[in-house]
C-alpha cells in the first residue's frame, strides 16, 4: 500500500528523517510508536507533502507520490488527520464536513449518511459550532472530514492526544470496525498504549528517525519489554 | 437574506437621491459609485480572500487604459464598441492579476505584510510606466475618452448627461453587489473563508490553494478593472494618477473604515468617504486629511471590522465567521 525507501527529510538544513525505510501492508492499521522528537510527525507531514522529500521514494499504491503537491495526494486517496485535529472552529459541523466533500468533488466520496451513521454524534450536532465542540468530538470530527473523501489510506497523528480516555477507547473501536469493514489502511501514530492495543495489528518503533524494530499486536500484548525500550523516558 | 434587504434599502436610497441631490452632486455621485465597486472589488480579496493587495488602483488603471485605448480607436479605428472596451478592460485587468498573482503564490507564496509591500511595489511600478509611455499620453494621460455607448436591439445611446448615466452606472454596482453577494454564500464562500482562515489546513483537503487565491485575486481586479473603465468614461480622461500608489491607499482606507469583511460597509466606506470628502475638504480646507486620518485610526483601534460594518452588523443580525 505504502512503501517508503531511503527517505530524507527535515526543515531547512536540518534532516529529520535520514534514510528512512518501511512498508505498510494493505487493509491493516499500522501503529508508528516512539518519543517526542523522533519524527513521527515529521513522516506524516512528509507522507502528505507538506514537507519537501530531500531525497527517497515514497510509493502510495502504485503511485510514487514523493513529488506531488499536497492536494493532489490527498485526491488520491490519502485522507490525513493531523495532530491538534485543525477543524475549522468557526464553521458548523456539517459545514466542516461539506467542505471536505468539496475538496474531493468528483472523486470516491461517501454519502454523508455513512458518516453519520458511523458517528451519530455529528448528525446530532449538526449544525453546532465545530468550535464549541470538546477535544474528543472535534477529533471525531476531524477523522470523519478525512473519511468524507473515501481514501484508500488514513494517515492518524496522535488521535488521542488531550482527550478522555472514555472517548479514546471509543474512537478506537469505530476506527477498528470502519477499518475491518471498508479494507481502510490506516496509519496511526500514536503514544497512548490503549489505542494501540485497541486498533493495530502491527506495531512500528521509531527511533532517530528510522524503524528500529517491528512486531505484531499479539507479540506487544503478551511482551511489553518493546514499550519500555522505546517509549519510556 | 437580512443582509440582502438592508442592500436593496441603500440602493433605492441611492436611487432616489439625485431627487433631493439636484445636478452636481448626481454627477459627484456617479463617480463615488465607480470607487465604490473599486471598494468592493478590494473588500473581495483582502477582507474575504485574505490577500491584502495594496495596490488594488493598478487593476482600476488597466481596466482604464484598456477602455481609453480600445474606444478611442487607438488600436483598431473600426473597432470602438463600449461593450467591448468593458470586457476587454476586465479580461485584461484579471489576466494581469493572474500573471502577478502567480509569481505572489505559487510555492510557499508571500503573504502578510510581504505581499502588501510587493502590490505597493507593483503600483509604483505601473505608475511610473504609465507617466513615461507617451504613445498613452505619458504624464498627461489620455483625453476625450468617449462615453459610453449603449446599443441595444439596433438603438444606440450614449450615456452623457447626468442622469442616465447615474443610473446606468448605479445597476452595473447593484448587479455586481447581488452577484458578489450570491458568490460568497455559494460553496465558493466557504472555501474562501476556509483560506482565509486557515490556508494550511486545505490542502490535506484536497483543495489547490494556489487556483482558490487566483481566481479570488482575478475576479477582484475584474471587477476593479470594470470600475476603472467606467470611470475613465465619466470625465473622458484616463490619467497616471488611475493607477498608483495614491488611490490604492485610498481605496485601503475606504475599506478599513467601512469594514472589510463585509461588501456593503466597504462599499459605502468609499461612498461616505469621498462625500465627506467633499464637504470637509471644503470647510477645513487640507486639514480635512488630519480628520481622515483620525477616523482611520479609530477604526483601526476601536472597531477593526470597521466604522460602518459594526453597526451594519447589528443591523443584519449576521455574524461573520472570524479566524481562530
Same mark, same amino acid.
Given at each position: 500500500?505504502?512503501?517508503?525507501?531511503?527517505?530524507?527529510?527535515?526543515?531547512?538544513?536540518?534532516?529529520?528523517?535520514?534514510?528512512?525505510?518501511?512498508?505498510?501492508?494493505?487493509?491493516?492499521?499500522?501503529?508508528?510508536?516512539?518519543?517526542?522528537?523522533?519524527?513521527?510527525?515529521?513522516?506524516?507531514?512528509?507522507?502528505?507533502?507538506?514537507?519537501?522529500?530531500?531525497?527517497?521514494?515514497?510509493?502510495?499504491?502504485?503511485?510514487?507520490?514523493?513529488?506531488?503537491?499536497?492536494?493532489?495526494?490527498?485526491?488520491?486517496?490519502?485522507?490525513?488527520?493531523?495532530?491538534?485535529?485543525?477543524?475549522?472552529?468557526?464553521?458548523?459541523?456539517?459545514?466542516?464536513?461539506?467542505?471536505?466533500?468539496?475538496?474531493?468533488?468528483?472523486?470516491?466520496?461517501?454519502?454523508?449518511?455513512?458518516?453519520?451513521?458511523?458517528?451519530?454524534?455529528?448528525?446530532?450536532?449538526?449544525?453546532?459550532?465545530?468550535?464549541?465542540?470538546?477535544?474528543?468530538?472535534?477529533?471525531?470530527?476531524?477523522?470523519?472530514?478525512?473519511?468524507?473523501?473515501?481514501?484508500?489510506?488514513?494517515?492518524?497523528?496522535?488521535?488521542?492526544?488531550?482527550?478522555?480516555?472514555?472517548?479514546?477507547?471509543?474512537?478506537?473501536?469505530?476506527?477498528?470496525?470502519?477499518?475491518?469493514?471498508?479494507?481502510?489502511?490506516?496509519?496511526?501514530?500514536?503514544?497512548?498504549?490503549?489505542?494501540?492495543?485497541?486498533?493495530?495489528?502491527?506495531?512500528?518503533?521509531?527511533?532517530?528517525?528510522?524503524?528500529?524494530?517491528?512486531?505484531?499486536?499479539?507479540?506487544?500484548?503478551?511482551?511489553?519489554?518493546?514499550?519500555?525500550?522505546?517509549?519510556?523516558? | 437574506?437580512?443582509?440582502? +434587504?438592508?442592500?436593496? !434599502? &441603500?440602493?433605492?436610497? /441611492?436611487?432616489?437621491?439625485?431627487? =433631493?441631490? %439636484? $445636478? *452636481?452632486?448626481?454627477?459627484?455621485?456617479?463617480?463615488?459609485?465607480?470607487?465604490?465597486?473599486?471598494?468592493?472589488?478590494?473588500?473581495?480579496?483582502?477582507?474575504?480572500?485574505?490577500?491584502?493587495?495594496?495596490?488594488?488602483?493598478?487593476?482600476?488603471?488597466?481596466?482604464?487604459?484598456?477602455?481609453?485605448?480600445?474606444?478611442?480607436?487607438?488600436?483598431?479605428?473600426?473597432?470602438?464598441?463600449?461593450?467591448?472596451?468593458?470586457?476587454?478592460?476586465?479580461?485584461?485587468?484579471?489576466?494581469?492579476?493572474?500573471?502577478?498573482?502567480?509569481?505572489?503564490?505559487?510555492?510557499?507564496?508571500?503573504?502578510?505584510?510581504?505581499?502588501?509591500?510587493?502590490? +505597493?511595489?507593483?503600483? !509604483? &511600478?505601473?505608475?511610473? /510606466?504609465?507617466?513615461?509611455?507617451? =504613445?498613452? %499620453? $505619458? *504624464?498627461?494621460?489620455?483625453?476625450?475618452?468617449?462615453?459610453?455607448?449603449?446599443?441595444?436591439?439596433?438603438?444606440?445611446?450614449?450615456?452623457?448627461?447626468?442622469?442616465?448615466?447615474?443610473?446606468?452606472?448605479?445597476?452595473?454596482?447593484?448587479?455586481?453587489?447581488?452577484?458578489?453577494?450570491?458568490?460568497?454564500?455559494?460553496?465558493?464562500?466557504?472555501?474562501?473563508?476556509?483560506?482565509?482562515?486557515?490556508?494550511?489546513?486545505?490542502?490535506?483537503?484536497?483543495?489547490?490553494?494556489?487556483?482558490?487565491?487566483?481566481?479570488?485575486?482575478?475576479?477582484?481586479?475584474?471587477?476593479?478593472?470594470?470600475?476603472?473603465?467606467?470611470?475613465?468614461?465619466?470625465?473622458?480622461?484616463?490619467?497616471?494618477?488611475?493607477?498608483?500608489?495614491?488611490?490604492?491607499?485610498?481605496?485601503?482606507?475606504?475599506?478599513?473604515?467601512?469594514?472589510?469583511?463585509?461588501?456593503?460597509?466597504?462599499?459605502?466606506?468609499?461612498?461616505?468617504?469621498?462625500?465627506?470628502?467633499?464637504?470637509?475638504?471644503?470647510?477645513?480646507?487640507?486639514?480635512?486629511?488630519?480628520?481622515?486620518?483620525?477616523?482611520?485610526?479609530?477604526?483601526?483601534?476601536?472597531?477593526?471590522?470597521?466604522?460602518?460594518?459594526?453597526?451594519?452588523?447589528?443591523?443584519?443580525?449576521?455574524?461573520?465567521?472570524?479566524?481562530?
Amino acid at each position: 500500500m505504502l512503501e517508503i525507501e531511503n527517505l530524507a527529510a527535515g526543515y531547512g538544513e536540518a534532516l529529520v528523517l535520514r534514510d528512512f525505510s518501511c512498508r505498510i501492508a494493505p487493509g491493516k492499521v499500522t501503529a508508528l510508536m516512539g518519543r517526542n522528537g523522533m519524527g513521527k510527525t515529521t513522516l506524516m507531514k512528509t507522507i502528505m507533502g507538506l514537507i519537501r522529500v530531500k531525497s527517497g521514494r515514497i510509493m502510495f499504491d502504485g503511485t510514487a507520490i514523493e513529488k506531488l503537491p499536497t492536494h493532489h495526494i490527498s485526491r488520491i486517496g490519502m485522507g490525513y488527520v493531523p495532530q491538534g485535529r485543525e477543524i475549522f472552529a468557526d464553521f458548523t459541523v456539517a459545514e466542516n464536513l461539506r467542505l471536505s466533500l468539496l475538496g474531493h468533488e468528483g472523486g470516491n466520496v461517501l454519502p454523508i449518511e455513512q458518516i453519520y451513521d458511523w458517528f451519530p454524534i455529528l448528525k446530532e450536532r449538526a449544525e453546532q459550532r465545530a468550535g464549541t465542540f470538546s477535544g474528543g468530538q472535534q477529533q471525531i470530527l476531524a477523522i470523519a472530514r478525512a473519511l468524507i473523501g473515501g481514501p484508500k489510506m488514513l494517515l492518524l497523528d496522535e488521535p488521542t492526544e488531550g482527550i478522555q480516555p472514555s472517548i479514546v477507547h471509543d474512537i478506537g473501536a469505530q476506527l477498528s470496525r470502519i477499518a475491518r469493514e471498508t479494507g481502510l489502511s490506516i496509519l496511526i501514530v500514536e503514544q497512548n498504549v490503549d489505542m494501540v492495543r485497541t486498533l493495530a495489528d502491527e506495531v512500528l518503533f521509531m527511533e532517530n528517525g528510522a524503524i528500529q524494530e517491528r512486531c505484531d499486536i499479539e507479540t506487544l500484548r503478551q511482551d511489553d519489554s518493546l514499550l519500555h525500550r522505546y517509549l519510556s523516558v | 437574506m437580512r443582509n440582502n +434587504l438592508i442592500a436593496l !434599502l &441603500v440602493f433605492a436610497v /441611492l436611487a432616489a437621491s439625485p431627487v =433631493a441631490i %439636484g $445636478g *452636481y452632486w448626481t454627477g459627484q455621485l456617479t463617480a463615488y459609485l465607480v470607487y465604490g465597486l473599486l471598494a468592493m472589488s478590494l473588500s473581495l480579496v483582502w477582507g474575504y480572500g485574505g490577500i491584502l493587495c495594496f495596490g488594488q488602483a493598478m487593476f482600476f488603471g488597466i481596466g482604464g487604459y484598456i477602455m481609453a485605448v480600445l474606444t478611442k480607436g487607438m488600436i483598431l479605428p473600426e473597432l470602438t464598441s463600449s461593450y467591448l472596451g468593458l470586457i476587454a478592460a476586465m479580461a485584461g485587468s484579471a489576466l494581469f492579476a493572474l500573471a502577478l498573482g502567480y509569481f505572489l503564490f505559487a510555492g510557499r507564496g508571500i503573504s502578510g505584510a510581504y505581499l502588501a509591500i510587493i502590490t +505597493l511595489a507593483m503600483a !509604483l &511600478v505601473l505608475e511610473r /510606466l504609465m507617466n513615461n509611455w507617451y =504613445a498613452l %499620453g $505619458g *504624464y498627461n494621460g489620455l483625453l476625450n475618452v468617449p462615453p459610453i455607448k449603449l446599443n441595444f436591439f439596433g438603438a444606440s445611446f450614449e450615456l452623457w448627461d447626468r442622469m442616465p448615466t447615474f443610473y446606468a452606472v448605479l445597476a452595473v454596482v447593484a448587479l455586481v453587489y447581488f452577484l458578489v453577494t450570491w458568490l460568497l454564500s455559494s460553496a465558493y464562500g466557504l472555501r474562501l473563508t476556509a483560506i482565509r482562515t486557515h490556508p494550511d489546513r486545505l490542502a490535506s483537503l484536497g483543495y489547490n490553494v494556489l487556483t482558490i487565491r487566483l481566481s479570488v485575486f482575478a475576479l477582484s481586479a475584474a471587477i476593479a478593472g470594470l470600475a476603472g473603465a467606467i470611470f475613465v468614461t465619466l470625465d473622458g480622461f484616463a490619467s497616471p494618477t488611475l493607477i498608483g500608489f495614491t488611490l490604492s491607499t485610498e481605496a485601503l482606507i475606504w475599506v478599513a473604515i467601512g469594514g472589510k469583511e463585509m461588501l456593503l460597509a466597504a462599499f459605502l466606506g468609499a461612498i461616505l468617504t469621498r462625500t465627506a470628502e467633499s464637504w470637509l475638504s471644503e470647510i477645513f480646507g487640507d486639514y480635512w486629511i488630519l480628520i481622515l486620518g483620525i477616523a482611520f485610526m479609530i477604526s483601526v483601534v476601536l472597531l477593526p471590522k470597521g466604522l460602518l460594518a459594526t453597526p451594519l452588523e447589528k443591523l443584519t443580525g449576521s455574524k461573520r465567521k472570524k479566524t481562530r
